[in-house]
């Protein structure tokens, strides 16, 4: 075999292990909340959260909650589901803390984590699921 058809053949055997192990990875995560919730958890965004924190969650008078800034906030804060449920429901809005419905934030937590790319599954976000702990929001 020639070295640049080996290089290449190599090449193939790592890169359908790193899709693999990537995909192994998602399966992992636990799918905590469901797609209608998510999907009322974004309007709940539109109305409520989406003038500090940006129409698309880039931050602005409020962090990012979305992508690369909102993971390094997560590590940096040591956030897992549990806990940006529980701050969330107690401070936000800013301006008026824990003045939505529980359902309304459980929505919201559902949406943030919809739009970071956790999967969804077939029940809705609940505060007592011991996996929320177990999802490590900073990676």
Request: contains cysteine.
């Amino acid at each position: 075999m020639r070295p640049a058809a080996l290089l290449f053949a190599v090449a193939l055997v790592f890169a359908a292990a790193g899709a693999l192990s990537q995909s192994a990875g998602a399966a992992d995560t636990p799918a905590l909340y469901n797609a209608a919730q998510a999907n009322a958890g974004g309007q709940i965004f539109a109305q409520q959260c989406a003038t500090c924190h940006g129409a698309q969650m880039e931050g602005g008078a409020g962090p990012a909650l979305r992508g690369t800034p909102f993971h390094q906030l997560a590590q940096a804060q040591n956030l897992n589901a549990q806990s940006l449920l529980t701050v969330v429901s107690q401070t936000m809005p800013q301006d008026n803390p824990a003045s939505l419905s529980p359902a309304q934030y459980k929505a919201l937590v559902a949406y943030i984590l919809q739009q970071n790319g956790y999967p969804a599954g077939g029940a809705e976000l609940s505060a007592d699921n011991p996996q929320l702990k177990d999802l490590n929001l900073g990676q």
